[in-house]
Nanobody, 116 residues
């Protein structure tokens, strides 16, 4: 079993930064790809960013140039640095970790609220 825990959410003014962390822990599994999604107030789930174990990244068009994803494999932790935040970035941010054996685990999410 793998536990995925997001942290770092909160309330921020538009234009400000916020950094999220996604820590995966558990026995016997190594983490392969890690994804960030967000669930909007309208309950839509959107892809935000992903990073492979080797560091290859992919970002949604809506966050390119503003968000950066990175990871520390020694800690099985991924980070989402969010800059120039907009009110439309308000959402619950969810981390999804895939193990090298092909199992997928989700965290509970962390709320990000951007005030205008």
């Amino acid at each position: 079993q793998v536990q995925v825990v997001e942290s770092g959410g909160g309330l921020v003014q538009a234009g400000g930064p916020l950094s999220l962390s996604c820590a995966a822990s558990g026995s016997l599994f190594n983490i392969n790809d890690i994804y960030w999604y967000r669930r909007t107030p309208g309950n839509q789930r959107e892809f935000v960013a992903s990073i492979s174990r080797g560091g290859m990244t992919n970002l949604a068009d809506s966050v390119k140039g503003r968000f950066t994803i990175s990871r520390d494999n020694t800690k099985n932790t991924a980070y989402l640095q969010m800059n120039s935040l907009k009110p439309e970035d308000t959402a619950v941010y969810l981390c999804n970790a895939w193990t090298v054996r092909g199992y997928s685990f989700w965290g509970q999410g962390t709320q990000v609220t951007v005030s205008s």
